[in-house]
C-alpha cells in the first residue's frame, strides 16, 4: 500500500545508551497519523527496541539470503520476522560498494525476506560519474531488472523502493526536487509498464541522500515521491521529527 513513509538508517552509529536515549525521544515524537516512521536501528538492537511499547516499525539493515547455517556473523529473515521485524533494507550503495553485493545476491536478499514477510526497502541509485554521463536512468532500471522480471505482482505491492544517488548519501548534497522526481517518476513508471499502473501507484518510493529538515518539504512536495530514507538526520531526534512532519 502507497503511504507516506519517514525511514531512519542509523547505520553502523550509536552505543547502548547513546540508542536507547534516541529511541525513547522517537517513541515520544507525536507524528502525523498518516506518516509511518520506521527505524533501523544496528541489529544487536532489533530485539530490544522490539519490546518497547513503540509506535514506529522496525527495520533491519541487512539480511543474509540462506535460510540458516554455517554463516558466521550473518542474521536471516526467519529471524527478523520472528522479531516481528517488518523491513529490511537491501541493495544500500555502501553494501553494494563495500560489501561487493551485487544485484544477484541482492535479489535472492529480496526472496527470502518476502518468503518470511519482511518488506524489503529495495535502494537503488547511481554514481554521480553515471549521472554526469547521462546514465543515471540506465544504471537504476539495471538495479530494478530482477525486481521486475522475475518478481509476480503481488510480491512487487510488498517492496518499499529507495532511490539515493550515491553521490548525495552523506556529502550534503541532494538531487533537485525535480531530478529526484525524474527519476521517481521512471522508477513508477517501469513498475506499470512491467505489471499494471495500479499497482505502480499503489508503491511507495522514498527519496535518500542528505535529506534535512531543510529540504524535505520541497522533495516530498513532488508528486512521485512519498518520503524518505534519512541517514545522518534520523540520529537526531528533532530533525527526525521535523522530516517526518515535511509532508503537506
Ligand atoms: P544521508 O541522509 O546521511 O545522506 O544518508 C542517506 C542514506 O544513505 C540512507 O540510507
Given at each position: 500500500m502507497r503511504r507516506n513513509i519517514v525511514a531512519g538508517n542509523w547505520k553502523m552509529n550509536l552505543n547502548h545508551p547513546d540508542s536507547s536515549r534516541l529511541i525513547n525521544e522517537i517513541n515520544k515524537i507525536d507524528v502525523n497519523s498518516d506518516v509511518e516512521l520506521i527505524v533501523a536501528p544496528p541489529s544487536v538492537y532489533l530485539s530490544t527496541f522490539n519490546e518497547i511499547q513503540h509506535h514506529f516499525s522496525l527495520s533491519a539493515q541487512n539480511v543474509h539470503f540462506e535460510e540458516n547455517g554455517a554463516f558466521t556473523g550473518e542474521v536471516s529473515a526467519e529471524m527478523l520476522s520472528s522479531l516481528n521485524v517488518n523491513y529490511a533494507i537491501i541493495g544500500h550503495s555502501e553494501r553494494r560498494s563495500m560489501f561487493h553485493e551485487t544485484d544477484d545476491i541482492i535479489f535472492k536478499k529480496v526472496k527470502s525476506l518476502l518468503k518470511h514477510d519482511v518488506s524489503p526497502i529495495f535502494c537503488c541509485g547511481e554514481l554521480q560519474q553515471e549521472r554526469e554521463e547521462g546514465r543515471a536512468f540506465d544504471v537504476v532500471s539495471k538495479q530494478l531488472n530482477h525486481l521486475l522480471t522475475h518478481l509476480k505482482e503481488d510480491q512487487i505491492r510488498n517492496i518499499i523502493i529507495a532511490y539515493e544517488p550515491v553521490w548525495a548519501i552523506g556529502t550534503g548534497l541532494t538531487a533537485s526536487p525535480e531530478d529526484a522526481q525524474n527519476m521517481h517518476k521512471h522508477i513508477r513508471d517501469s513498475i506499470a509498464n512491467q505489471f499494471s499502473l495500479k499497482t505502480a501507484e499503489n508503491i511507495s518510493i522514498l527519496y535518500g541522500g542528505s535529506c534535512k529538515p531543510d529540504n524535505a518539504k520541497d522533495i516530498f512536495s513532488q508528486e512521485d515521491i512519498d518520503g524518505g530514507l534519512i541517514?545522518?538526520?534520523?540520529?537526531d531526534s528533532k530533525s527526525f521529527l521535523s522530516i517526518a512532519n515535511s509532508f503537506s
Open positions: 541517514g545522518g538526520a534520523s540520529l
